[in-house]
């Protein structure tokens, strides 16, 4: 069992950055593949960004590529999201998940935080 805590959520003005951050508490954080998904009003919950175990293989959404940056501290138990240049259509819940199986599918992630919402104003 793995429990992740997502912070660093906010309103932000279009143009602007916030860095996102997921604690893990539990088993092993270096064992699983991390990802972040985000869920608009009205919308499915989204693939934003994953990253291995090893933190050398991150993976993005076309819609985010070149703006935000995926990354994590094993020593810290923590995976990050770097939000830079964000446009009003980010705004959205952002949840952080883990999982043995690196993906973008959110049916491959085995647990989820309970998320951090995202505001960007235009």
């Known amino acids: 069992q793995v429990q992740l805590i997502e912070s660093g959520g906010g309103l932000v003005q279009a143009g602007g950055s916030l860095r996102l951050s997921c604690a893990a508490s539990?088993?092993?954080?270096?064992?699983?593949?991390m990802a972040w998904f985000r869920q608009a009003p009205g919308k499915d919950r989204e693939f934003v960004a994953a990253?291995?175990?090893?933190?050398?293989?991150?993976s993005y959404a076309d819609s985010v590529k070149g703006r935000f940056a995926i990354s994590r501290d094993n020593a810290k138990n923590t995976v990050y999201l770097q939000m830079n240049s964000l446009k009003p259509e980010d705004t959205a819940v952002y949840y952080c998940?883990?999982?043995?199986?690196?993906?973008?599918?959110?049916?491959?992630?085995?647990?989820w935080g309970q998320g951090t919402q995202v505001t960007v104003s235009s």
């Open positions: 539990g088993r092993t954080f270096s064992n699983y593949d």
């Open positions: 990253i291995s175990w090893s933190g050398r293989t991150p």
């Open positions: 998940a883990a999982t043995y199986i690196f993906s973008s599918r959110r049916s491959e992630y085995d647990y």
